[in-house]
T-cell receptor
Framework: DTEVTQTPKHLVMGMTNKKSLKCEQH?????MYWYKQKAKKPPELMFV???????INESVPSRFSPECPNSSLLNLHLHALQPEDSALYLC?????????????FGPGTRLTVL | AQSVSQHNHHVILSEAASLELGCNYS??????LFWYVQYPGQHLQLLLK??????LVKGIKGFEAEFIKSKFSFNLRKPSVQWSDTAEYFC??????????????FGGGTRLMVKP
């Protein structure tokens, strides 16, 4: 299985809602990532988890809360979002270790905040 | 901090034309380099990657890229494009940061349109 899956595919939420994005991989990767991609822009790194621990937070607002419950799952909890948070949210995973590794991307969740 | 520049934002070619997309990066240490493609409405797919060894790397769908260390460049090439190559192309650099994890920094992307 060389796939990263993400659910839901599309999500529409109001500014007062609480929702979660889910990401799953079964490639044995111990590094997982969240990226945000606005239309016609490149993906921007949000968070990196290494061995289920948060290792990088790229100064993301606290209304985004990541969680890595186990080595295969990565969640992104959303609360009190703003319309400008509407974007494609991409999850990725890779092997972790002393050498560099390719990241595998999921299809993304397209989020619309009303 | 590392950065990646893609100088061509939009490229329009006719089918069978040759393609070269520029990518320059700024980072003083060891890097790994990637080209990803994003077809309309689809997710990012890896075209090719450079980790070490032969600086000329071949990827999927007839694409290749050359790593020129002295120029900090990793340009993407294809001798003859097809209409199905219409997509957004992203160059990316992967450099470890304080052993905290792998960080991918993307260039701004090049939107390629191939006219049939």
């Amino acid at each position: 299985d060389t796939e990263v899956t993400q659910t839901p595919k599309h999500l529409v939420m109001g500014m007062t809602n609480k929702k979660s994005l889910k990401c799953e991989q079964h490639m044995g990767h111990r590094a997982m990532y969240w990226y945000k991609q606005k239309a016609k822009k490149p993906p921007e790194l949000m968070f990196v988890y290494s061995y289920e621990k948060l290792s990088i937070n790229e100064s993301v607002p606290s209304r985004f809360s990541p969680e890595c419950p186990n080595s295969s799952l990565l969640n992104l909890h959303l609360h009190a979002l703003q319309p400008e948070d509407s974007a494609l949210y991409l999850c990725a995973s890779s092997h972790q270790g002393p050498s560099y590794n390719e990241q595998f991307f999921g299809p993304g969740t397209r989020l619309t905040v009303l | 901090a590392q950065s990646v520049s893609q100088h061509n934002h939009h490229v329009i070619l006719s089918e069978a034309a040759s393609l070269e997309l520029g990518c320059n990066y700024s980072y003083g240490g060891t890097v790994n380099l990637f080209w990803y493609v994003q077809y309309p409405g689809q997710h990012l797919q890896l075209l090719l990657k450079y980790f070490s060894g032969d600086p000329l790397v071949k990827g999927i769908k007839g694409f290749e890229a050359e790593f020129i260390k002295s120029k900090f460049s990793f340009n993407l090439r294809k001798p003859s494009v097809q209409w199905s190559d219409t997509a957004e192309y992203f160059c990316a650099v992967n450099a470890r940061r304080n052993n905290a994890g792998n960080m991918l920094t993307f260039g701004g992307g090049t939107r390629l349109m191939v006219k049939p």
